[in-house]
Structures are given as structure tokens and as C-alpha cells.
């Protein structure tokens, strides 16, 4: 019988704000996520190679390439196809929120938020 303790869910942020990925690498880890990190859609595509990823949490508004292209570029990948992505951005117009859903994001957070309520999010996601 295996006793070890389980091993953490992964998610991966995507925003090209330090501080932002900070405070949400923070409240994740502190809730007993792990957590990979990346500036924009172009540094985050190479983090997906074939490693488990859980939950990917991703800003619409970068540069090099946004979350929107990002989250049509990782669908793409069999690997992470069916992986639950949420849109974390100050971007709450319905036509963007429909074009994530229609690309395969599963929840939109609005920033600013409260902690309590990306943790609720992210639980909802990944149980």
C-alpha cells in the first residue's frame, strides 16, 4: 500500500505581468499547487512537452503572441487538448469571452481579483 503523500497538481501561468504571476504563484503554491511560469504565449508553448499540466491559467493581452492564440495553439497539441484553461485578464467584453470559449477556455477571471476567488475558480477546474 502506497502511503505517499499525493502529488500536487500542476498549473501553468502565462501573463506577461511579474508581479501578477507573482501573487498567483503565491496563492497557488501556498494552497499546494505547483507552478510553472511564463511571460507570453511564446516562452509558454515550449513548457508543453508532454509534461502533465493540470490547469492553465493565461492573460489575453501579451506581447509576442496573446492568450487567445496561445490557448488555439495549445488545443492543437494532443497532449494538452483536453486540458481546462482559464483566462485571467482585465478584458470583460462578452465578444472575448466568447471567442476563449469557442477556443477552449473553460472560465474567465476578471483582474483585479481576490484571492479566495482564483482558488475557488481553479478548484471548480481541476475537481
Not at 511560469?37 to 501579451?62: F, N
Not at 482559464?86 to 483582474?111: F, H, I, P, R, Y
Amino acid at each position: 500500500m502506497d502511503l505517499s503523500p499525493l502529488k500536487p497538481k500542476t498549473i501553468l501561468i502565462v501573463d506577461d505581468s511579474a508581479p501578477l504571476r507573482a501573487v498567483v504563484s503565491t496563492t497557488l503554491t501556498a494552497a499546494g499547487y505547483q507552478v510553472i511560469e511564463a511571460d507570453d504565449g511564446t516562452s509558454a508553448l515550449p513548457l508543453l512537452d508532454g509534461r502533465k499540466i493540470h490547469l492553465i491559467i493565461s492573460d489575453i493581452y501579451m506581447p509576442q503572441m496573446d492568450g487567445l492564440s496561445f490557448v488555439a495553439a495549445a488545443r492543437q497539441l494532443p497532449a494538452y487538448k483536453f486540458v481546462p484553461m482559464m483566462m485571467l485578464t482585465k478584458e470583460a467584453t462578452d465578444e472575448k469571452m466568447l471567442v476563449a470559449q469557442q477556443l477552449g477556455a473553460k472560465a474567465w477571471l476578471v483582474k483585479p481579483f481576490v484571492a479566495a476567488q482564483l482558488l475557488k475558480a481553479v478548484a471548480r477546474l481541476l475537481h
